[in-house]
């Protein structure tokens, strides 16, 4: 193994440019040497690359830069170089690791300095002198494919390069002629009928077409060249050759969920990953842990009985301290502690802040309104740059799953915030800052618009969300049963029958009427429902409303959403009956043209009701109990509310009287007459 330092020179070399037979093809294959590309920081997996550099992290079990050399050697190349910079030292240490365990040729070409793909390709060259064709794989791509394919395809060419492309899969601005020539790599996001892989080869005369600057893509060696005539040629993978782009964190979590599932062909390491992966996730379910949606499973593991894990990768030696729900992160090894109270003195993780790229003494930390759940948020601010931090307490699973829920309605076409970034060990998370101007808080106007476009949104959910939730093993709350509905109920009778109005036997004017009540609900089929769709849940950014405070999603009945929705006690003078009506029609016409069918309309006052006496209880609680006043105000809307719903169902006089009672004492307690 050799290294080089920063700065370097290329020869120049030029090679035949016609087409090869078949002779000469197998000939020129001794002529073709690899360089994996692996120099880079990794900053959108950050924290995780704040620990280990990228090329070193496991993806099933095994080093990213372990697993792209060993592709490279089944192909018998001459040599492989690997550009390294960020902790170069480490990489280093574990490139000499691994050629001496191997007996592979790997030689370090180290940067000081990031010269990104072109100039690292340029530097790095200098050391397979003898190389006329480089092969290029990038450490964060995992890709089964056979690369002999590749090589023949150009060779036979006699492209000045040939890239590997990834049709329907990932940003897709690659264009190509019908011949196969690549026509344009910037198509506008989505536009383009391909993916630039990551895996190429080119002949060493490429480098003539990188500009002068030393920091430079590759990219815009082979633009130069197709300006210049000179022939860059794409070939697809096919639909069944697996290709993933590690880049993201998202990415990184995910890639092990979709390879499990894959038939690998051409990645002999690969497959044995693969099916370790398989014997340590058998392992752990039967020692009582429940595995579900994507998990990534290091060495010497200490999971507890009873803990839940989806989509979660965890390395070496990662030891949980609880049986509790971790999802949607990546546990970088050792003993995670236990979570710290969510309380005032509650700061972000350090780890957010480098993360983010924020300095310390230049970002503010404003506190936001106190939150039930057991959640503390506050906005970071820096240099015109903002996000929300939240910290939580992972005692309650509806807080552990709510960035996987935030994953999962984003790919389902919601429009919820964005979560940049979530530390799973430290039970925090922040996001995409969508602003204060809530639903609730909007004008008339404004607050109509969302309503329907929240219906839309939420018809989406309720028709395509249900296989995908099953399909995922999404982990959402407890579903909606007999239990559940009666919990609700118990929830009124105690918070706002008995610790406000000091009047529990109220209730037995309702009882007969909520038994058909909530078994009319019980009959319904049932959806992934948001479970707290009210406006005060609704943040309009530039004219569009984005759903937030999801983390309670659970299996429902539809209209319950709907009921949460119109009979708000948060805008209880906006919700005319004649807009009500509107917006269900909204909701149901959605429904319909995503290939639903809609519940029937008279369940819409009693899911209503059933809503209600949960947010009037949860009023009741949250102001008697947890001093929350902001929660008083809301108390006597939704009694009227109750009384509207309980009217317009026609078929519940029961709980009608119990409305209007209970609203005629709340009244002058709350100093109203």
Same mark, same amino acid.
């Not at 780890?351 to 310390?360: E, N």
């Given at each position: 193994?050799?290294?080089?330092?920063?700065?370097?020179?290329?020869?120049?070399?030029?090679?035949?440019?016609?087409?090869?037979?078949?002779?000469?093809?197998?000939?020129?294959?001794?002529?073709?040497?690899?360089?994996?590309?692996?120099?880079?920081?990794?900053?959108?997996?950050?924290?995780?690359?704040?620990?280990?550099?990228?090329?070193?992290?496991?993806?099933?079990?095994?080093?990213l830069l372990e697993l792209a050399a060993s592709q490279l050697y089944t192909l018998e190349l001459q040599g492989i170089a690997v550009n390294v910079s960020y902790q170069g030292e480490r990489v280093y240490e574990a490139a000499q690791r691994l050629a001496s365990r191997k007996g592979w040729d790997l030689r370090l070409s180290q940067e000081e300095h990031l010269l990104d793909t072109g100039g690292g390709l340029r530097c790095?060259?200098?050391?397979?002198?003898?190389?006329?064709?480089?092969?290029? @794989?990038?450490?964060?791509?995992?890709?089964?494919?056979?690369?002999?394919?590749?090589?023949?395809?150009?060779?036979?060419?006699?492209?000045?390069?040939? %890239?590997?492309?990834?049709?329907?899969?990932?940003?897709?601005? #690659?264009?190509? $002629?019908?011949?196969?020539?690549?026509? *344009?790599?910037?198509?506008?996001? !989505?536009?383009?009928?391909?993916?630039?892989?990551?895996?190429?080869?080119?002949?060493?005369?490429?480098?003539?077409?990188?500009?002068?600057?030393? #920091?430079?893509?590759?990219?815009?060696?082979?633009?130069?060249?197709?300006?210049?005539?000179?022939p860059v040629l794409g070939l697809p993978v096919e639909e069944q050759d697996y290709w993933a782009d590690l880049g993201t964190a998202s990415q990184y979590i995910r890639a092990h969920g979709e390879i499990a599932d894959c038939a690998l062909r051409f990645h002999p390491a690969m497959q044995r990953a693969q099916a370790e992966q398989a014997r340590?996730?058998?392992?752990?379910?039967?020692?009582?842990?429940? +595995?579900?949606?994507?998990?990534?499973?290091?060495?010497?593991?200490?999971?507890?009985?009873?803990?839940?894990?989806? *989509?979660?990768? &965890?390395?070496?030696?990662?030891?949980?301290?609880? /049986?509790?729900?971790?999802?949607?992160?990546?546990?970088?090894?050792?003993?995670?502690?236990?979570?710290?109270?969510?309380?005032?003195?509650?700061?972000?993780?350090?780890?957010?802040?480098?993360?983010? !790229?924020?300095?310390?003494?230049?970002?503010?930390?404003?506190?936001?309104?106190?939150?039930?759940?057991?959640?503390?948020? +506050?906005? &970071?601010?820096?240099?015109?740059?903002?996000?929300?931090?939240?910290?939580?307490?992972?005692?309650?699973?509806? *807080?552990?799953?709510?960035?996987?829920?935030?994953?999962?309605?984003?790919? %389902?076409?919601?429009? #919820? /915030? $964005?979560?940049?970034?979530?530390?799973?060990?430290?039970? $925090?998370?922040?996001?995409?800052?969508?602003?204060?101007?809530?639903?609730?808080?909007?004008?008339?106007?404004?607050?109509?618009?969302?309503?329907?476009?929240?219906?839309?949104?939420?018809?989406?959910?309720?028709?395509?969300?249900?296989?995908?939730?099953?399909?995922?093993?999404?982990?959402?709350?407890?579903?909606?049963?007999?239990? &559940?509905?009666?919990?609700?109920?118990?929830?009124?009778?105690? @918070?706002?029958?008995?610790?406000?109005?000091?009047?529990?036997?109220?209730?037995?004017?309702?009882?007969?009427?909520?038994?058909?009540?909530?078994?009319?609900?019980?009959?319904?089929?049932?959806?992934?429902?948001?479970?707290?769709?009210?406006?005060? *849940?609704?943040?309009?950014?530039?004219?569009?409303?984005?759903?937030?405070?999801?983390? !309670?999603?659970?299996?429902? +009945?539809?209209?319950?959403?709907?009921?949460?929705?119109?009979?708000?006690?948060?805008?209880?003078?906006?919700?005319?009956?004649?807009?009500?009506?509107?917006?269900?029609?909204?909701?149901?016409?959605?429904?319909?043209?995503?290939?639903?069918?809609?519940? /029937?309309?008279?369940?819409? /006052?009693?899911?209503?009701?059933?809503?209600?006496?949960?947010?009037? !209880?949860?009023?009741?609680?949250?102001?008697?109990?947890?001093? %929350?006043?902001?929660?008083?105000?809301?108390?006597?809307?939704?009694?009227?509310?109750?009384?509207?719903?309980?009217?317009?169902?026609?078929?519940?006089?029961?709980?009608?009287?119990?409305?209007?009672?209970?609203?005629?004492?709340?009244?002058?307690?709350?100093?109203?007459?």
């Amino acid at each position: 193994m050799a290294a080089t330092g920063g700065g370097c020179r290329f020869r120049r070399y030029v090679t035949d440019r016609g087409g090869m037979g078949r002779g000469a093809i197998e000939t020129a294959m001794a002529t073709i040497s690899g360089f994996i590309l692996a120099a880079g920081e990794g900053r959108r997996l950050r924290p995780a690359t704040l620990v280990r550099p990228k090329a070193l992290l496991p993806f099933c079990g095994v080093p990213l830069l372990e697993l792209a050399a060993s592709q490279l050697y089944t192909l018998e190349l001459q040599g492989i170089a690997v550009n390294v910079s960020y902790q170069g030292e480490r990489v280093y240490e574990a490139a000499q690791r691994l050629a001496s365990r191997k007996g592979w040729d790997l030689r370090l070409s180290q940067e000081e300095h990031l010269l990104d793909t072109g100039g690292g390709l340029r530097c790095g060259a200098r050391l397979l002198p003898d190389a006329e064709h480089i092969l290029v @794989h990038n450490v964060d791509t995992v890709l089964d494919f056979d690369l002999r394919r590749l090589l023949r395809a150009h060779l036979a060419s006699g492209a000045l390069a040939t %890239l590997l492309l990834v049709p329907d899969k990932g940003p897709c601005t #690659v264009d190509t $002629e019908a011949d196969g020539r690549i026509r *344009n790599f910037r198509r506008p996001h !989505g536009q383009g009928r391909y993916t630039f892989s990551g895996v190429h080869i080119f002949r060493r005369d490429t480098l003539e077409y990188l500009p002068a600057d030393p #920091v430079c893509s590759i990219i815009r060696a082979y633009e130069h060249a197709l300006a210049s005539g000179a022939p860059v040629l794409g070939l697809p993978v096919e639909e069944q050759d697996y290709w993933a782009d590690l880049g993201t964190a998202s990415q990184y979590i995910r890639a092990h969920g979709e390879i499990a599932d894959c038939a690998l062909r051409f990645h002999p390491a690969m497959q044995r990953a693969q099916a370790e992966q398989a014997r340590r996730r058998g392992e752990l379910e039967l020692r009582g842990v429940q +595995c579900t949606g994507a998990l990534g499973l290091g060495i010497g593991l200490g999971v507890p009985a009873g803990a839940h894990l989806h *989509n979660v990768v &965890l390395w070496d030696y990662t030891r949980l301290p609880r /049986p509790l729900l971790y999802a949607d992160g990546i546990f970088v090894g050792d003993d995670v502690p236990p979570a710290k109270p969510v309380d005032d003195d509650r700061q972000p993780d350090p780890r957010i802040l480098d993360a983010l !790229g924020m300095q310390r003494d230049q970002t503010r930390v404003t506190l936001l309104q106190k939150q039930g759940s057991g959640r503390k948020y +506050c906005r &970071l601010t820096s240099g015109g740059t903002s996000w929300v931090w939240c910290a939580y307490n992972p005692e309650r699973r509806e *807080n552990a799953g709510y960035a996987a829920i935030a994953d999962f309605l984003r790919r %389902l076409g919601l429009r #919820v /915030p $964005e979560v940049a970034l979530h530390l799973p060990d430290a039970c $925090e998370l922040v996001s995409r800052d969508l602003g204060q101007h809530v639903l609730v808080r909007a004008n008339g106007a404004d607050r109509a618009q969302g309503l329907f476009q929240v219906a839309e949104q939420i018809a989406r959910l309720h028709v395509l969300g249900d296989q995908a939730a099953r399909l995922e093993e999404l982990p959402l709350q407890r579903g909606f049963t007999k239990g &559940l509905y009666d919990w609700e109920r118990d929830y009124f009778r105690q @918070h706002l029958l008995g610790a406000f109005l000091a009047r529990p036997d109220l209730w037995g004017l309702a009882a007969r009427d909520y038994c058909r009540l909530r078994d009319a609900l019980l009959r319904q089929p049932l959806v992934p429902i948001h479970r707290d769709l009210q406006s005060a *849940n609704v943040i309009m950014v530039d004219g569009e409303a984005f759903l937030i405070d999801f983390q !309670g999603m659970r299996l429902g +009945c539809a209209a319950y959403d709907l009921g949460a929705l119109l009979y708000d006690p948060y805008q209880e003078h906006l919700l005319t009956p004649e807009l009500r009506r509107q917006v269900w029609a909204h909701y149901t016409r959605a429904v319909r043209e995503l290939g639903g069918t809609p519940p /029937p309309e008279a369940l819409l /006052p009693a899911a209503a009701l059933q809503r209600l006496m949960q947010a009037l !209880g949860a009023y009741g609680k949250l102001w008697l109990s947890d001093g %929350l006043e902001w929660y008083r105000p809301f108390l006597l809307p939704g009694l009227r509310l109750m009384q509207a719903a309980a009217a317009e169902a026609r078929t519940y006089p029961g709980i009608a009287a119990l409305a209007r009672t209970a609203l005629d004492m709340a009244m002058p307690k709350l100093g109203e007459t």
